[in-house]
């Protein structure tokens, strides 16, 4: 698997430094977050907090922050409209992603197709990793704190599966989630084979699309390595 950490160098900080400002994704890239963002629950009991939406982006991303306390997230799932770049700021977060590609969306693992193998990784402060649409794909916590990731989806338009899925059973998002490009098991093993540790999951975070994406001409850009420029590279493995 190939992560990337975010990395600010030549920089000093006051002893009351809060190490994970240092993982500040709008700060990262200068995004000045939406006026009065949407803030909800999401199906893994997270807590959203939507700082661009796809109103304020030109329909191109919609970026949230999301804080989760142990435990399970998400039921796996599957986008359609939209591929997925996680980047931790606190704590760790599994991450879990299928090799097999669902393209058609009446396409479901479990019930029309077997099931898939995930593959997982645990990923801590400041790593970016990228889930392609059309793949099975979820996240948990497995520490003894809170966790807490930026997520961005592009192309935008996802805030509105989560905010018409508020209080919802897994039956009823299985059954609304097609309207808006998503695929989501009604049960945590409906759609999983098996859970196995590395693979080739998730083996190219699309690190320049990312930036590209996010506005790497942004005011305080320079300040951030990558590789010898702006982003340093800190792990690869497989």
């Known amino acids: 698997m190939k992560n990337y950490r975010f990395v600010q160098h030549e920089q000093t900080y006051p002893d009351s430094f809060d190490e994970n400002h240092r993982y500040d994704l709008l700060k990262i890239f200068n995004i000045e977050p939406d006026t009065d963002p949407l803030r909800l629950t999401g199906p893994g009991g997270e807590s959203f907090v939507f700082h661009k939406v796809a109103a304020t982006t030109e329909g191109r991303y919609t970026l949230a922050e999301l804080t989760f306390n142990p435990g399970p997230g998400p039921y796996p799932h599957i986008h359609h409209f939209e591929d997925e770049w996680v980047y931790i700021a606190e704590g760790n977060v599994q991450l879990a992603c299928a090799n097999t ?14 099931k898939d193998v995930l593959h997982t990784m645990t990923a801590g402060p400041g790593t970016l990793v990228y889930m392609p649409r059309f793949m099975v794909h979820t ?6 704190t809170k966790a807490r990731m930026y997520a961005v989806w592009a192309a935008g338009g996802i805030e509105n599966f989560f905010k018409a899925s508020v209080g919802l059973t897994p039956q009823q998002m299985s059954e609304m989630g097609p309207k ?21 999951c998730c083996t190219d975070n699309e690190l320049d699309r990312f930036v590209e994406l996010l506005n ?10 990558r590789e010898e420029n702006v982003f340093s590279h800190v792990d690869e493995a497989s």
Do not use: C
């Open 216 to 225: 790497p001409t942004a005011a305080g850009i320079e300040t951030w390595k």
């Open 101 to 114: 590609m669902h393209s058609d969306i009446n396409d479901v693992p479990g019930t029309t197709s077997p």
């Open 180 to 200: 808006y490009g998503i695929v989501i098991s009604s049960t945590r093993d409906q759609f999983v084979k098996e859970y196995v540790n590395g693979g080739s």
């Open 139 to 144: 996240f948990s916590n497995p520490g003894l």
